[in-house]
């Protein structure tokens, strides 16, 4: 299976993490962050069990392709066991998946998974969790992009950690050339730093949702 929404923006893209979206009115929230510039809806899964929040499954992801049918829908599942969830999530219309490398099941077979079910396959790492074991294992042949948390997962409006950048400017060192999204806490007061580090997917919640102005909150992020 192969469609335009598959491909990764070209250049620097912000995608709307709806976490943090009026849920009473997501079909207009996702609109507007469309129109507003977002390149892509960001949906967060979590389990309970790898972060202490729920949140959201395949039914609402369902919901977010049909308010978004040219956009690509990035799937981010904080969960311990992803592997059963891949499936779900690409009939539900997703196109990106990412797991964690810390979750209990094999993240090269979740992320062949995905690619077999006609999506990129993302791998994420939690803010301490370093990428060197990942590089010299060979890990990140398996993925077509690399998500680096810049806060502990689970919840958004928290602060963004700045150490992380470290890893990407590692990464690109090392030669990925892949996307490398950057999750938690993004805004318009690091993105410029986001980008020099060689971070090229910025999520964002909290400054997109909790702003007035959705297109100043994402062209503070590109520009
Ligand atoms: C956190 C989620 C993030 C979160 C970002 O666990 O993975 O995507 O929604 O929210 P902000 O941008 O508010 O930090
Ligand atoms: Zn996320």
Redo the contacts with the bound molecule.
């Keep these: 299976m192969s469609h335009g929404r598959l491909a990764f923006p070209q250049g620097v893209a912000v995608g709307a ?1 709806i ?2 979206a009026d849920f009473a009115e997501l079909g207009n929230e996702i609109a507007a962050a469309l129109g507003a510039g977002a390149g892509f809806i ?1 949906v ?1 899964v ?1 389990d309970g069990h790898f ?1 202490p ?1 729920l949140s959201m499954g395949p039914a609402v992801c369902g919901a977010v392709r049909r308010a978004a049918p040219r956009a690509p829908v990035d799937v ?1 599942l ?1 969960v311990q066991r992803p592997l059963s969830f891949i499936e779900p999530f690409a009939k539900a219309g997703a196109d990106w998946c990412t797991v964690h490398v810390e979750a209990q099941d094999d993240p090269r077979e979740c992320a062949e998974r995905s690619r077999s079910l006609g999506m990129k396959a993302g791998l994420a790492f939690n803010p301490r969790t370093p990428v060197e074991h990942a590089l010299d294992a060979g890990l990140l042949d398996a993925a077509d992009f690399i998500l680096l ?10 602060a ?1 950690m700045p150490e992380v950048l470290a890893k990407a400017r590692l990464l690109r060192r090392s030669g990925w050339q892949g996307p490398i999204e950057i ?5 318009p007061l690091n993105a410029e730093a986001c980008r020099a580090a060689g971070c090229t997917l910025l ?6 949702f ?1 702003s007035g102005d959705y297109a100043a909150a994402i062209n503070g992020m590109l520009a």
């Design positions: 993490s976490l943090s960001h967060d979590m972060v929040n981010h904080m948390m810049s806060v502990q997962p689970g919840y958004s409006g928290q963004f999750d938690g806490g993004v805004s999520v964002s919640a909290s400054a997109i909790g």
